[in-house]
């Protein structure tokens, strides 16, 4: 049998057709199935099956047609992951163990931790040619600092350690014991914390020349700083002779050569696992008894911070195998359990301090801190004395602490620190400058002087030995203070269990133990009954209803009612006192008052409120000798007079015992009060420290209107005792009375009451009072007469009372004072836009057409409901609406459709020239322009001669056929044209030549003159065009401003009367 050559076949499965040109695809159609992909190869094809399937199932096989089952029943232990595959027709399996594990069946751990000190030591092959080192490993811890690996090979020490939590590779040169260590020849940093307790796995190189730290699985951190450092080495470095080549993990064995640099770096505490070195595998189980110290297998760590260890707000730092607690002040211990016992200064007001030496020399650097706390605003806090001196103090002033060092300027803080709370306050001394600082925050800082505390100095607190020099400061201080420090010694008052560095207590007088405040409510603070609760070092006071104060010492008089039901309570500056309106009718109504005796303030204005309408009656009146007092109304004025003695009693008197240097004093209003309305008056004077002045009326607070006297006057003092003040006329019985209201008048600010004591419910504790002395009661409350009952309006009219007079509001149709005149009610033209007829009492409107309501004053819409089709506009009329057709439609409501589409609407620039004609009947119209005439054709017009068309919309051209001669210009006008001519020409077509010699003179005047007459021809023409226009436009029933909105109709027959100007298109 014939066997073709191998070329042969390579060209049957490559090529197709005569030439075999085409190249057979062995993938179309694809035999892969399960959604394997198809590769075409030469001479067949390969099948890439999906890992896993769209159906979440493995396949494999020539055509991804067999289902991997190896992994059912797999033995992939510690979390492994299993992966099936055909091994020559058989389904078996393989694990891909998870971190920490490995082996076939990831069995084997390779997790390790470090729980003390310790390394685990690995040699190194010698059988490397070339200089290469590949340590990869994972790990994790919470110490900051620690030696991971160290490998030495050929002279060179590569080192990874954590230095502030951050991976430091290191490569120097390999030194003898004992030898000085020399400088890095390269260093590597990355700038990531890996050591937050959570596993991060590292990859160090050294090959070609090259030295490479990777971090390896910190994708979030590595978006933001690079986690792979790649430095070159020098070839010269390294030594011909390579001595034995080993690993150290974890740590260094003692007493093995390294750098004395390193002789301090701690051990590794934590877990380690998948470490490789060299590409090799570090298994627990399979090390050597000797070659790990301190090592144990798996990771056994647990955070004690879990547990919350530390009290009091102390921070917990996890040290792997245990936990350290940084105590904030002021507690101390293994577990901030204990507390600095604070100390008790001023207890019940009494003299403590207490005095410390120091041991030691504290250097020019100081810092001084304490927990204060107080509500005195002053006291002595602190004072630093050598043998010589005191040259450092800190006290309180006006609550705020003070500091002076030496002859430098005081230091105060900002922020006061009296108000019983706790304060963190330190003063810090770093080369000569000085810093406050009250609860952490900066109050102030200077430049000052250098100080230097040395043994033997003393500290005092709360106060000196001597009181006098102790009250420089504010006295002795009173209240609590707790962990005194100076630097890092305490100064203790009380002991504590843990052991602490403190300086001793040389003595202490009245400090006690604790922050117990004075019990305050034992001096019974509060007043009018209120009860008292204790504070630190404070009380407060729960006060009974309507007294307000620290103490209750305010009583909230008006709150108790004290005064009638028709009057108003005001709070005086000691007492109350009821405020009210009383009716004075006649001289029986007249109020007598005298002062207590006991006013000693001076007496420099009067208040009142008054309303009256009597023209002339006295309002207040006293007298004493030839001084007095008289507020009066005078012709309807406010009017006041007053005669004083000059001295500050009233009554100056010479040898002769006669009185001396008496002024008078004259004001009167500039508007009348006399209008039965409420009127407030202050007269005061405008100097009234002194012992006379002008004086000052002001009337209902119109400062501008006030009135000044001209002459200077004195006081009233001369009212405050043994002196009758006559109030609502000027004495009983001696007419001049007044008649109408008056508030509580005010003299000096205190009050003529209308109220004694019987009338009130409450004892008014004020010392300055004016006396009432008359039997009688006021009239409390404002009434006048009663001017309406019985009702004086007439007709049902309503009165008004207006105080001792009244006003009718009459009712519709009646008018006068008692609406007793009947009155025309169509007087007032009502009727806006329509006739008014009397109908009754009241009126009626017949409105105008457009006009609706009761006063015609509506205007109606004729448009609101209008009829207009086809997009018609509705137009407002005078009595009725028209319709503004679309184009092609006309009829009155728009409804008949125009076949033809008028000129004017499809050439909307042309306007008529001549006045125009509306034609038809009451179902059709058109219009014939340019003064064309209707006829009896149907929608035709008679044109005027120079226009033609079926409306005559169009003038005839006299020009298109140029006329004009030599140049000249012509105008076309209606009928005929005009040729204007070029200065050399003339004539009606400009045919002569004016430049000719057989032109005369004659032809030249006879030119001018038929050109004026011309010109007046068309004047003539154009004012008799105008006054045709002006008679078309205002006669008939058409109006051409309707035709100004282009490519419209407006249809006439709807159109009334138009008005008679009318604006012309």
């Known amino acids: 049998m014939w066997i073709p050559a191998p070329w042969i076949w390579g060209i049957l499965l490559l090529g197709t057709g005569s030439l075999c040109q085409e190249v057979i695809n062995q993938c ?46 797999h033995e992939c232990q510690n979390q492994g992951t299993c992966s099936p595959f055909l091994l020559d027709g058989t389904h078996v399996y393989t694990c891909t163990c998870s971190p920490g594990f490995t082996g076939h069946l990831c069995h084997v751990p390779t997790t390790f931790s470090f729980e003390r000190k310790g390394y685990l030591l690995l040699q190194n092959p010698l059988a490397d040619v070339e200089m290469a080192c590949n340590i990869t490993l994972s790990f994790k811890t919470v110490l900051p600092r620690a030696l991971l690996f160290q490998r030495n090979t050929r002279g060179l020490l590569l080192r990874l350690e954590l230095e502030g939590g951050q991976l430091l590779l ?163 211990g293994e577990d901030c359990e204990e507390e600095h016992v604070t100390a008790r200064f001023g207890n019940e007001d009494s003299h403590s301090y207490a005095v410390f030496t120091v041991t030691d020399d504290l250097g020019h650097n100081l810092s001084i801190s304490l927990f204060l706390r107080t509500r005195r605003t002053g006291g002595l806090l602190l004072a630093l004395t050598s043998s010589s001196s005191h040259f450092l103090h800190m006290w309180l002033e006006e609550g705020r602490v003070l500091v ?80 005194l420090r100076i630097n890092d010694g305490r100064l203790q008052f009380f002991g504590l269990d843990t052991s602490v560095r403190s300086y001793p207590l040389d003595l202490m007088e009245n400090v006690t133990a604790g922050c117990s405040g004075d019990n305050t409510c034992s001096r ?344 207009c089709a086809h997009g018609g506009t509705c137009l407002h009329g005078p009595d009725r609406y028209a319709c503004l057709c679309a184009e092609n439609y006309t009829g009155s409501l728009c409804n008949e459709r125009v076949e033809e589409i008028p000129w004017y609407i499809v050439v909307k620039n042309v306007r008529p020239k001549l006045p125009v004609s509306v034609c038809g009947d009451d179902n059709r119209n058109y219009t014939c322009f340019n003064g064309g005439n209707c006829t009896e054709r149907e929608l035709s017009c008679d044109c005027p001669p120079g226009f033609i068309g079926h409306r005559c919309e169009q003038e005839l051209d006299e020009c298109r056929s140029n006329p004009c001669l030599n140049g000249g210009y012509c105008r076309n006008l209606i009928n005929k044209f005009v040729c204007v001519c070029d200065m050399s020409f003339a004539g009606d077509v400009c045919q002569t030549d004016l430049t000719s010699g057989a032109l005369t003179s004659d032809l030249l005047l006879s030119i001018s003159l038929a050109s004026v007459m011309l010109l007046l021809v068309l004047i003539l023409i154009s004012v008799g065009l105008v006054v045709a226009l002006n008679r078309r436009a205002t006669h008939g029933t058409y109006s051409p401003s309707r035709q100004e909105k282009d490519g419209s109709r407006v249809e006439m027959w709807s159109i009334t009367q138009p008005p008679l100007v009318e604006r012309l298109i």
């Open 524 to 867: 019974n603070p509060c007043q009018n009954g209120g009860i008292c609760y204790s504070k630190w070092d404070d009380f407060s006071c729960a006060c009974p209803p309507s007294t307000v104060g620290r103490r209750c010492e305010e009583v909230q008089w008006c709150e108790l009612s004290p005064c009638p039901t028709d009057a108003e309570c005001r709070i005086l500056n000691r007492g109350y006192e009821c405020y009210a309106s009383a009716t004075f009718l006649n001289e029986s109504t007249v109020m007598t008052y005298r002062g207590n005796g006991f006013i000693s303030r001076n007496l420099t204005n009067i208040s009142l409120n008054l309303r009256t309408r009597k023209r002339n009656a006295a309002i207040l009146h006293a007298e004493k000798g030839s001084a007095f007092i008289t507020v009066s109304v005078q012709d309807g004025l406010l009017f006041m007079e007053l005669q004083s003695a000059s001295a500050e009693d009233g009554n100056v008197t010479g040898e002769d015992g006669g009185v001396r240097s008496v002024s008078t004093v004259s004001l009167s209003s500039r508007r009348p009060v006399s209008d039965g309305e409420w009127h407030n008056v202050h007269l005061f004077m405008a100097a009234p420290w002194a012992q006379t002045s002008r004086w000052t009326l002001v009337l209902d607070e119109e400062v501008e209107e006030a009135s000044t006297s001209r002459s200077h006057g004195g006081n009233l003092n001369f009212l405050r005792q043994e002196v009758d003040i006559f109030l609502g006329g000027l004495a009983p019985d001696a007419g001049w009375s007044l008649a109408g209201c008056l508030d509580t008048v005010e003299l000096g600010g205190i009050a003529l009451s209308y109220f004694t004591s019987s009338d009130v419910n409450l004892p008014r504790l004020q010392e300055e009072t004016f006396i009432r002395l008359s039997l009688h009661s006021p009239l409390v409350g404002c009434s006048g007469a009663s001017v309406c009952e019985p009702n004086p309006c007439l007709n049902g009219g309503e009165c008004q009372d207006l105080f001792n007079t009244y006003n009718c509001s009459c009712a519709e149709g009646w008018a006068g004072r008692h609406c007793n005149f009947f009155r025309d009610t169509c007087a007032s033209n009502p009727c806006v836009h329509g006739n008014c007829s009397v109908n009754g009492l009241t009126y009626e409107c017949t409105c105008e057409f457009g006009y609706a309501g009761v006063d015609c004053e509506e205007e109606v819409d004729v448009c609101e409901n209008h009829l």
């Open 404 to 483: 002076h060092l030496n002859n430098s300027e005081i230091l105060k803080s900002d922020s006061a620190v009296d108000d019983g709370e706790v304060h963190f306050v330190s003063v810090e001394l770093d080369d000569g400058h000085m810093t406050l600082y009250v609860a952490s925050q900066k109050q102030g800082e200077m430049e000052v002087g250098t100080v230097g505390i040395q043994a033997g100095d003393s500290v005092y607190v709360g106060g000196l030995l001597e009181e006098r020099a102790t009250s420089g400061f504010g006295g002795f201080f009173k209240g609590c203070i707790q962990d």
């Open 28 to 73: 179309d159609p694809s035999p892969c199935q399960n959604g394997g992909k198809c590769e075409s190869r030469v001479g067949g094809y390969r099948c890439h099956c999906l890992r896993p399937s769209h159906d979440g199932i493995l396949y494999s096989g020539e055509n991804c047609d067999v289902k991997l089952v190896g992994c059912e029943g």
């Open 170 to 332: 290191t490569l120097t040169r390999e030194t003898s014991a004992g030898a000085e260590a020399e400088s890095p020849i390269q260093v590597l940093e990355l700038l990531h914390n890996v050591t937050d307790g959570q596993w991060y796995s590292v990859e160090a190189v050294l090959r070609n020349w090259l030295l490479s730290l990777k971090l390896l699985n910190d994708a979030k951190g590595c978006a933001t700083q690079s986690c792979h450092k790649v430095a070159p080495i020098i070839s010269s470095v390294v030594e011909h002779v390579s001595p034995p080549q080993n690993t150290f993990i974890g740590g260094i064995r003692q007493g093995s050569s390294s750098p004395n640099a390193y002789t301090s770096l701690p051990g590794f505490i934590g877990c380690m696992q998948d470490v490789f070195v060299d590409w090799q595998l570090i298994v627990p189980e399979e090390w050597l008894s000797d070659s790990a110290v301190n090592v144990s297998p798996g990771c056994s760590h647990r955070d004690r911070c879990l547990d919350v260890p530390c009290q009091n707000r102390g921070q917990c730092v996890n040290l792997w195998q245990s936990y350290q607690c940084q105590c904030t002040r002021p507690y101390e």
